[in-house]
């Protein structure tokens, strides 16, 4: 005979998750309250003043408004470009809708680094894309330089991003009634001013989460631009260059703390959206 | 009030989706302030040409004209019509109100008659004073009535109802029947109706075209088509019925059943005689009538208003539908299962009808 035991629901609840919570409090919610606490923290007594002096700084705030209006930009390309991207999917695709899905997805299967480093090459001063332009199309005389430009760095972060807000607006988009555009032209709206009065405020949620998404994304976004420069100055840059340079560890936390309010303001704004669309 | 610019003609409109044809060469003409339905089973090509009329999907060949004006290349929003979905389609995001001034909207009339507008369809479908309520407050029967408002108030030329009452429940879809019908009349206007209802067409119609395969197999008064069906498809889906088939010989149908006597003369040597249910008597009251049939009841159910028994044939094992009217007056016995019984009917009450019985 096997020994049995009986475990009460409660308990064999909390075993299964045990796990995934001590891997979560060990690796992701004990380094993050060691990170802030060190924010809080100096020569022994609990302080603000790290927090009080960066949001007084001029220096800082740009670099703050320069992450928030860099990753405003890259939303709004990105949104403009997935609307129409959407749209195809839901009501044109038919029967290839399904291969869409998978292009779209399958960049997001490829590590972000590597993307990046696809973008380094093509782009790069004898990449590619200089190569056609100068020698096989002639279309220009010296090679452009567009690594470290703006520009490209925008591009390539909406590349990356594009699939979210798709997906997001697509998910809505599946759930707008044809007929409800089909009754709109029965009573004389034309093709446009129907789509203007009933697909897009119909689908303004599937726009508002997709825009959070990639405005949370762009945000934390570190790796394309420290690989395609820009010139942009961004929290997370100045948080890597805090950690491996300067060596502040304690202005490092603040602004990670900063830039993690950002997100969960973010997230906040995302659930009551949310909960608006359950009404 | 009807206005001869709304008279809707298709001729010879056809259809093709793929390898099927849901439409082919259909010919219909409405007269205005009509209401005609298209009634038929799902697949029939109701709902295809009910979307052409509208603009939804073009015809492959053949043209729609609306008062004399060929609307068949035009687009949904250039024609003038009103429509009113099944599913409501009522605008989610929008208020009662904004709903109904939608179509007075795109044409550009003023906020002040867009109001007065507003307030007249709301009285007229019953609904003063829920201009400000969202579509999701209101019931199923009332979102159907704002659908209608919002079809009606733009005048429309001719209304396309497409199962407008599929979603509402029994008792609620008898009396939208009557209303719609009761404000297409007074209104004047062109109507043409889809559903696979009988009960909805018969009720709500001036004229059914009965579908089956992209053609109209019948087009006629309600009581006409259900009176003298020219096809067996006819004269089982509209209603129930018995059907005969059989050899003419002697100016009698020899069937399975037995030598039956025909209403008239057919033109070919196979015939197939339709009968009523409601039209076949049973027990004594058969005794006069020619037929001579007798049987044994098989299952007797009670229907309320009437009760309906299923019959075998003695002999050749031909089953039939008889109902009763539920008139039973004291004294006298309702028939049970399992009880032998006379069966005939009125020689004038049969029908001749091509086809034959369609296969279950």
Known sequence: MMPTVTLSNGARRALLLAPALIFLAVFFVMPLLDNSARSFIREGGFTLSRYTDFLTDRFYLGVIAETVI???????????????????LVRKAGGFSGLMIF???????????????????????????????VNDLGLLDAPLRWLNTPGLAIAALVHVLVPFAVLSIASVLQGVDRRLEEGALMLGASRIRTFF??????????????AILVFMIANGSFVTLVLLGGGFQTLPLLIYQQFNTTRDFALASTMSTILLMIALACLWLQLRLLRRQGV | ????SSALTL?????????????????????????????GPSGCGKTTTLRMVAGFDSPDSGTITIGGEDM??????????GMVFQSYSLFPHRTVGENIAFGLRMGGASKQVQDGEVRRMLDMVHLAGREDMYPAQLSGGQQQRVALARALVVNPRVLLLDEPLGALDKSLRESMQFEIREMQQRLGITALLVTHDQEEAMSMSDKIAVMHGGRILQLGAPNDIYDRPETAFVATFLGNSNLFEGRVRDGVLVTKAGALPLPSRPAAETATLSVRPERVVLGDDAATLPQNLRGRITAASFRGAYAAYQITLDGSGTEIIAYRQADTALGQTSLAAGAEVRVGWPVEHGVIVTGSAPKE
């Open chain 2, 11 to 39: 001729s010879a409109i056809s259809k093709t989706f793929g390898p099927l044809k849901a439409v082919d060469s259909l010919d219909l003409s409405v007269e205005p302030g009509a209401l005609v339905s298209l009634l």
């Open chain 2, 72 to 81: 068949t290349r035009l687009p949904p929003n250039k024609r003038g019509l």
């Open chain 2, 1 to 4: 009030m009807t206005d001869l």
């Open chain 1, 197 to 210: 009065e009933v697909t897009l405020p119909l689908t303004v949620d599937g726009i508002g989460t997709g």
């Open chain 1, 103 to 133: 292009f779209l997805i399958a960049p997001l299967l490829t590590s972000i680094i590597m993307r990046t480093f696809g973008w380094q090459v093509l782009f790069a001063r004898r990449g590619l894309v200089n190569q056609w332009l």
């Open chain 1, 70 to 88: 860099l990753s405003a930009a890259v939303t709004a390309i990105s949104v403009l470009i997935a609307y129409p991207v959407a749209y195809v």
